[in-house]
Nanobody, 123 residues
Framework: QVQLVESGGGLVRPGGSLRLSCAAS????????MGWYRQAPGKQRELVAT?????????ADSVKGRFTISRSRDNAKSTVSLQMNSLKPDDTAIYYC???????????????WGRGTQVTVSS
């Protein structure tokens, strides 16, 4: 079972920046996709940004040009980060880390989620 631990959320003023990080517990397998989703009060969870292990990125239109996703792997630990610039009140949400493995110790794909970290953009 892979655990994802997020960090870096908080309160920031409009126009400010935050950096979210997510670390997956050690695994001999590298997640094919790692990314970030968010859920605002009363809304469905939505994709923010994802990045595959071969470098393909995907961003929601609402964050293009403002957010940058990056990922790395060191000592069997995979991490994904989200640099968020020019933040707007509409970016306020709980941000969830996601990791999708095409194979695991159980011999089948698996999708893991972090517990979420709150991002609040307010003056």
């Amino acid at each position: 079972q892979v655990q994802l631990v997020e960090s870096g959320g908080g309160l920031v003023r409009p126009g400010g920046s935050l950096r979210l990080s997510c670390a997956a517990s050690e695994s001999i397998f590298t997640p094919y996709i790692m990314g970030w989703y968010r859920q605002a009060p009363g809304k469905q969870r939505e994709l923010v940004a994802t990045k595959t292990s071969d470098g393909v990125t995907n961003y929601a239109d609402s964050v293009k040009g403002r957010f940058t996703i990056s990922r790395s792997r060191d000592n069997a630990k995979s991490t994904v980060s989200l640099q968020m610039n020019s933040l707007k009140p509409d970016d306020t949400a709980i941000y969830y880390c996601n990791a999708y493995y095409t194979t695991t110790n159980f011999g089948r794909p698996a999708d893991y989620w972090g517990r979420g970290t709150q991002v609040t953009v307010s003056s």
